[in-house]
């Protein structure tokens, strides 16, 4: 099914390396395009290389606003490859949910390739505690690149900044009837850890971030439009994972949500739609993750994909988004 063409829209989007979700409203609603791994999802992904599945990402965009939620491994190809240089030169703000190595790993590719681009004011960055020393050691480590850069090339040097703020649960975020709000996830010993709601024009969003599942998320996603949750299969990850140690395995499982758990949590929330994002191994299948899922909630379910398209208005709609073509 493709979308319908409308007159002047107004647009939330969220996508991610793995998957896209773009939110737009659209005649009234609000439209949602995802791209396995993220909503206008860009990433669904996890630590593990997967060419299918990209690191963990979400671009949300809403009017001319444009955010990402993690920069995971291949953010920057993956929003190359749905719009090119215009979007990777206008995000406006990225937000971290914690500071694990797949959530942040194609930070610096999006940072300087935005700012090669046409970028010429800093990218926000906001997240937990550790995000703005984060920000500070980046720069340190690209010191070389960005003056380079700016005596030969000439590039702006208000692009070669990242504007990074330590953040606590509460609003982070707040533009033109957009809000941003982090809150508190439980991610095991990873602390703080946040997950985040985003509001706009009466639309509701829920990103779990890397967490167990919990009261916090269920509370915060009570009834919105789109929840996206991490997934955990621990009989798909016994088989499957990349690493050989058991206990460290065990401990992979403990950290996260398995899909009886988030069965659980839907069903309390009760979101319009509910897509597993984070899919932890890569090769688990819907098989995986649906049956399990389905003991305990009996509401709309999808397992992300690349370029998965989610419309939300008066009906959601669950599409393929085509990228463009290079």
Request: glycine residues 8%.
């Amino acid at each position: 099914m493709a979308f319908t063409s409308s007159q002047e829209r107004r647009t939330v989007t969220v996508r991610t390396p793995d998957i896209v979700i773009e939110f737009s409203l659209d005649d009234g609603g609000l439209r949602a395009l995802q791209r396995t791994d993220g909503p206008n999802l860009i990433g669904y992904g996890n630590p593990r290389p997967s060419i299918d599945r990209f690191g963990p990402a979400i671009l949300v965009e809403a009017g001319d606003t444009r955010l990402l939620f993690d920069c995971g491994r291949g953010a920057t190809q993956r929003l190359f490859q749905l719009e090119g240089a215009p979007l990777l030169r206008s995000i406006d703000a990225v937000f971290l949910t914690h500071l694990h190595s797949d959530h942040v790993v194609g930070l610096p590719d999006l940072w300087l390739t935005g700012w090669l681009l046409g970028r010429h004011w800093p990218l926000s960055l906001y997240g937990p505690k550790g995000t703005a020393e984060l920000a500070t050691h980046l720069t340190a480590a690209f010191a070389f690149d960005l003056k380079m850069r700016q005596q030969d090339e000439g590039l702006a040097p208000d692009g070669a900044r990242l504007k990074a703020k330590d953040g606590l649960p509460g609003v982070l975020f707040r533009k033109e009837g957009l809000s941003v709000v982090a809150f508190a996830v439980d991610h095991g010993p990873v602390r703080p850890a946040f997950g985040y709601r985003i509001d706009f024009a009466g639309h509701s969003v829920v990103l779990s971030g890397d967490t167990r599942a919990t009261e916090a998320v269920a509370a915060q996603a009570k009834g919105v439009d789109l929840l996206v949750h991490e997934v955990i299969s621990p009989d798909a990850e016994r088989r499957l994972a990349a690493i050989d140690d058991p206990r460290a395995i065990e401990k992979i499982l403990a950290r996260h949500a398995t899909p009886e758990d988030c069965g659980r949590l839907f069903a309390k929330a009760r979101p319009r739609l509910a897509v597993y994002s984070h899919i932890v191994p890569s090769p688990a299948t819907d098989e995986d993750l649906v049956p399990p899922t389905r003991r305990f909630y009996d509401g709309p379910l999808e397992v992300g994909h690349d370029l998965m398209a989610i419309t939300i208005g008066a009906r959601v709609e669950v599409t393929t988004r085509s990228a463009l073509q290079r």
